[in-house]
């Protein structure tokens, strides 16, 4: 079945507790050369068929249920087309 992909990140001017607790682990562990990490959230929402009106679909959804407006962006509306790269839908 095709599916959606729903990416949410934190606004950039907000403190993201958990991507500097990620930030800091990585560097305790060595990880040289990893900056600032954010960390957000990916929903993968399985659809009968992709089309514009889906991705639409999806998209409001992203907007008034997946995400919070006041601290998270969505980021990308999208799905995988045949050869694995993903199509988003235009913001």
Known sequence: MP???VEVMPKPELL?????????????L????????????????VVAEVTPEV??????AAEEVLSNPV??????VGAPDAAGDRIDLPA
């Open 55 to 60: 991705l639409a679909t999806a998209r409001r």
């Open 71 to 76: 601290i998270e962006d969505v980021v990308v």
């Open 30 to 45: 060595g990880f040289d050369g990893l900056g600032d990490v954010r960390q957000g959230k990916r929903f993968e929402i």
């Open 16 to 28: 993201d507790p958990q991507g500097k607790a990620v930030t800091a682990v990585l560097q305790r």
């Open 3 to 5: 599916t959606v992909v």
